[in-house]
Structures are given as C-alpha cells and as structure tokens.
C-alpha cells in the first residue's frame, strides 16, 4: 500500500500543471453600471461628446445599457519561450438577462499600473453594457506577470494567452454561474492590439467549438518595420516606444541589442526607467519629446548602420504578422480595419499592406480609410465600429 501511494505521489508531482485546469484563481471583483463604463471611456480617449453621432451612441447606452460584472482572474498560460506562467485578465459579463456572445478584446499598450486586473477595468470593456461577455488579458509583462518584460508584438503568444484566457473564463462560469460561455465570438484590437487580435482570429479559424462572427482592427502595428521605416523618415512618433521594443526583443527573442548603440542623450541615460513600462505614453512624450533625431543613435539616419541597428530591424521584420494569404480566414467572418492617413504613431501603410493581403479573392473585408484624425482619435471611432457589429 505504501508504494503504491508513493508512486500515486510521484506521478501526480510529475503531472503537468495544465492538468489543474487553467483557471487558478479569481483575484476581485466589482459592479460597473453602464454609466461608469460609458464615463470611464471619456476620460481615457479625450472623447469630444460634442458631436451628435457619437453623443447618440453615448445616450442609448447610458440609458440601455446592461450594469456589468467585472471579475479579475489569473490562470495558467505560457510566455513567448514557452514557459509556464501564472497571468492575468478580466472577465466582463451583464449582472442580468440573456448573453449574447463572446467579445475577445486583446489589449493596447498602457503602463503596467493600468491593466485590467489591477484596476478591475478597462477601457475595452465598455462593449459589455449590450449584453456581451467581454474577454481582456493582460498580456505578459502586465499584471501577475508584471516581474516580466512586457511581450511587445509577439503576437503568437499574446494570441495564446488570449485564447488560455477563454479556457479558464469557461472554468469560471461553469463553476461559478453553471453555465457555457456562448459559441458567438467577436475580436477587436486596436494600436498594438490589433496584429494580436489578427493573430488570435487566424487561432480560432478552424475550431469548430465556437462561432467567429467578426474581427475588428483599428489603427494597427500589423508591421513594425514600415513603423520604423515611417518614423525614420517623418522624423517624429507621438509616442516613445523604441526603448520597450528593445527590451522587449532582448528578453523574448536573444536579440542582444546594445542600449548604447541604438540610443543616445536622456532616453539612454534612462534606458531602464523608459523601456520598463512604468511610464504612461503621455507622461513619456511631454519628458522626452516627438522628434526622434533627439534620442535614436545617429546611426540610424545614416547611410551605414550598426549591427545591433540592423538586428533590431531584422527583428522588427519578423514579427510581421501575414495577411490570409498565408493564413487563411472563413469567407464567413467579416472583417473591419480602420486606419487615419494622419495617424501620428502608426502609419496608414500598415492597414494599407494588410488590406491588400485580405481582400479579394481570399476575403470581403471592410477598409475605413480616414482622411483626418489622430491614433488616438481613430482609436474611439473603431469602438464605434464595434459597437455598430454588435446591435
């Protein structure tokens, strides 16, 4: 008898932890009613609620909209090498009536002090007042993974994490609400979390156990090379983000790039501080500025580049995420991609190349080229698109 538990210990010591389930704990929650959500989104974006059309949409959910249940969870998962992880993410779902689907809404960069979990709230998850389960992961870096460098662009993993995210959601409301998540699933990602989104669509094209309805993209990174390109070029990005991309690439993919090659002046002398993630976007340009000349190496503005310049760039290459063409989507999915010509951080180029490989003859796709607007500003405009798919 002796042995046999001893071997009953072994093997269960030996057991992968994926065999506990996903779900590891719920870590808070909280009641938002439709009117916190809806405020919350204002303050974020800046959102001028002077105009009628976005003001009507405000109103109908101010008055229609569901209260939500926000419930921050950690779960079991794997970072971009492979090892196992404890992360974390918020589930969104109505404290009353029917739920209508699944909305995954993969996340766009923020300090580490504002994901989900830790504020138990996101600005993604405002969609929930029109009936949904809204799904966000904190990603790697963020949350109970913060001790990480944050996992910029790579978006197999982000996709993976996402996905795991569902797994134990489903945990969750089983346990708790003893019942099924619905099959009717909607994903949306905007800035950097739109080729994460595109990523995780491509993960769930062929399973049968759920329903993907549409995939919505606003304002996306889908190329960080063509953002590189774009910035050198233009000569200033609204946003400091080469720091945390080099961190990011030393961490995940054993890039080996040199601070002191790639940067110069403040942002050098503050490499840790700023490629940390500490650091709101905001509170980034008014220290450090928009004009790139001012802290990238000299280097780059030259003819001859340096090594670590040039595996930065090899770098960034690889983590474009191809178009259907390589990775195909149902016909039955619709997809809607949002872009502005005069987006300060991320060029139109991107949505540009990423239409091309997704329309027609491989798929239908919406293409919302805007004229005018800011990142930021577009980012509230793909809300609405989202909105408008999920009535």
Same mark, same amino acid.
Request: charged residues 25%; hydrophobic residues 40%.
């Given at each position: 008898m002796k042995k046999i538990l001893l071997a009953l210990v072994i093997l269960c010591a030996s057991a992968p932890a994926f065999a506990q389930g996903r779900l590891v704990s719920v870590l808070r929650e909280q009641i938002l009613t439709p009117g916190q959500q809806v405020d919350s989104v204002v303050r974020e974006f800046g959102i001028d609620v002077s105009g009628k059309e976005i003001n009507r949409v405000f109103d109908f959910l101010r008055k229609h909209g569901k209260s939500v249940h926000c419930v921050a969870i950690s779960y079991r998962t794997v970072d971009p090498k492979g090892r196992e992880v404890i992360a974390s993410g918020l589930v969104s779902y109505p404290t009353r009536g029917r739920i209508r689907g699944v909305v995954e809404m993969l996340p766009y960069t923020r300090e580490k002090s504002m994901c989900g979990s830790k504020r138990l709230y996101a600005t993604e998850i405002v969609v929930s007042v029109l009936g949904h389960v809204i799904l966000v992961p904190d990603n790697i870096g963020y949350g109970t993974t913060e001790h990480l460098p944050i996992a910029y662009q790579m978006t197999d993993n982000s996709a993976l994490v996402a996905a795991h995210l569902r797994e134990a959601a489903q945990e969750y409301f089983q346990r708790e609400q003893q019942r099924e998540l619905p099959k009717k699933t909607y994903i949306f990602g905007y800035s950097l979390g739109a080729p994460n989104a595109l990523a995780l669509a491509y993960l769930y094209a062929s399973r049968k156990d759920l329903q993907l309805v549409a995939v919505c993209l606003g304002s996306g990174s889908y190329d960080p090379s063509l953002v590189l390109n774009h910035t050198l070029i233009n000569g200033n990005i609204n946003y400091l983000i080469y720091p945390g991309f080099a961190r990011s690439l030393n961490a995940w993919l054993d890039a080996g790039l040199q601070p002191e090659k790639?940067?110069?002046? !403040? $942002?050098?002398?503050?490499?840790?501080?700023? /490629?940390?993630?500490?650091?709101?976007? !905001?509170l980034?340009?008014?220290?450090?500025?928009?004009? $790139?000349? #001012?802290?990238?190496?000299?280097?780059?503005? %030259?003819? %001859?580049? #340096?090594?670590?310049?040039?595996?930065?760039?090899? &770098?960034?290459?690889?983590?474009?995420?191809?178009?259907? &063409? %390589?990775? =195909?989507?149902? &016909? /039955? +999915? *619709? +997809? $809607?991609?949002?872009? /502005?010509?005069?987006?300060?951080? +991320?060029? +139109? &180029?991107?949505?540009? *190349?990423?239409?091309? *490989?997704?329309?027609? =003859?491989?798929h239908p796709v919406r293409y919302i080229r805007d004229s005018k607007g800011t990142h930021y500003e577009v980012g509230s405009r793909s809300f609405i698109d989202l909105f408008l798919l999920l009535l």
């Open positions: 790639l940067f110069k002046g !403040k $942002v050098l002398e503050d490499y840790e501080r700023v /490629s940390s993630g500490l650091l709101s976007p !905001k980034m340009t008014a220290t450090y500025g928009t004009d $790139v000349r #001012n802290y990238l190496h000299p280097e780059f503005f %030259k003819g %001859k580049e #340096n090594d670590d310049i040039r595996r930065m760039r090899s &770098a960034l290459a690889g983590l474009a995420i191809p178009g259907v &063409a %390589k990775r =195909p989507l149902p &016909a /039955s +999915v *619709q +997809v $809607v991609i949002r872009h /502005s010509a005069q987006d300060d951080i +991320v060029p +139109v &180029a991107c949505s540009d *190349q990423l239409y091309e *490989q997704l329309r027609a =003859p491989f």
